[in-house]
């Protein structure tokens, strides 16, 4: 199993972009979830999906930002307008649900300039 | 107001010295609590839970309910334990709200 996959590793844009995070998680994990990371609050809860169904996005910082889980096997993070403050590492994880543990993807360094 | 607090941001210590990292939090729930790693260049992982009540690679974290710590403990750290680490809480939604992480750099 390769794991939790994300695309792309790292992603530079210009402000204003619209940028799309990718996620596969582990095939079988039925729980998707988006944290963005940074150094001033760590790991943020963005949203997390339960069988492709959004649970809880209170942590989704305002409208520009918007997440869909299309199928078990494919997710996207969006952000339209990105902006300079956007900036962090992104990172999607999947689990069985429940208190079964959170794998982690290797992530992606977004850069807004 | 459910809250994992770090209060370190940054650990260092000489290879063989006791480390703990501190973690408290705040629930009003029965809580499970988890401590996470990243080593360099590596993917965040998880190293503990507190429910297994086990020692993984020489840790160990004890859940004190008095004091809401769930603190992480190594009686003589190595260079390899350097990295990044997160605890973190899972609550009944199970939402899992991790902690800012504290660095811990262990020096030769």
């Known amino acids: 199993d390769a794991g939790v996959i994300q695309s792309p590793r790292h992603e530079v844009t210009e402000m204003g972009q619209e940028v799309t995070l990718r996620c596969k998680p582990i095939s079988g994990h039925n729980s998707l979830f988006w944290y963005r990371q940074t150094m001033m609050r760590g790991l943020e809860l963005l949203i997390y999906?339960?069988?492709?169904?959004?649970?809880?996005d209170s942590g989704m910082p305002e409208d520009r930002f918007s997440a869909k889980m299309p199928n078990a096997s494919f997710s996207t993070l969006k952000i339209q307008p990105s902006e300079p403050r956007d900036s962090a590492v992104y990172f999607c994880?999947?689990?069985?649900?429940?208190?079964?543990?959170?794998?982690f993807g290797n992530g992606t360094r977004l850069t807004v300039t | 107001a459910q809250r994992v607090t770090q209060p370190e941001k940054l650990l260092s210590v000489f290879k063989g010295a006791p480390v703990e990292l501190k973690c408290n939090y705040s629930?009003?729930?029965?809580?499970?609590l988890f401590w996470y790693v990243q080593y360099s260049r590596q993917r965040l992982q998880l190293l503990l839970r507190?429910?297994s009540r086990e020692s993984i690679k020489g840790f160990t974290a004890d859940l004190n309910k008095g004091e809401t710590s769930f603190h992480l403990k190594k009686p003589f750290a190595q260079e390899e334990d350097s990295a990044m680490y997160y605890c973190?809480?899972?609550?009944?939604?199970?939402?899992?709200?991790f902690g800012t992480g504290t660095r811990l750099q262990v020096f030769p």
């Open positions: 629930y009003s729930g029965s809580p499970e």
């Open positions: 507190h429910i």
């Open positions: 999906f339960n069988n492709n169904v959004p649970i809880d």
């Open positions: 973190a809480l899972l609550n009944n939604t199970d939402k899992l709200i």
């Open positions: 994880a999947s689990s069985l649900g429940g208190n079964s543990p959170l794998h």
